[in-house]
């Protein structure tokens, strides 16, 4: 039974005019309209590829393009756009591992040993590798990587104005 009489009936209408199910008619209708969400970003540094040839997936950038989650930050008043980890590199931004240090991988045991060391949390990168988990078009699980900023990568943090709306988020 339906609650709503006039969001069924406006949910059959946008299904008849524009073709698709009933149900993702049903899904857009009972989300509010575009609504323009203050967010937080950071601006990651690069990885450092030492010459390497860089990662045809990510083109060197050890994430993927313009593919971002949107997460909850307990402590900051808004929430934060992560990068999500490129699947082919895992974040070195590397075409060839051989020349990757331990735990410069997302997955991999964090090295403490990671080049200069001016943050012990994160080894100097100014991120953690943190998992997401997400379902693809079937249903199924799938378990990616989002950097994370640590809390020494303040100063990379912008303000950022994101629309979200019953359609995909956009910016």
Partial sequence: MVANHARKIEARRRSKNTGESHQAAVRAV?????VDWPVYRFDLPL???DGAERCPGCKGRGNKIGDRAMVHAEKLDRPVLLDTVCSQCRGCGRAEHAGCSAGVH?????????????CWSCGGRRFRYVTSSDEDMYGNAVTGYLRQPCSCA???MREETVRV???EPTE
């Fill in 30 to 34: 009972t989300k509010p309209a575009n």
């Fill in 154 to 156: 303040q100063d990379l």
């Fill in 165 to 167: 709306g019953p359609e």
């Fill in 106 to 118: 997302a997955g991999d045991a964090f090295d403490p040993d990671y080049g200069a060391i001016s």
């Fill in 47 to 49: 990885p450092d590829l």
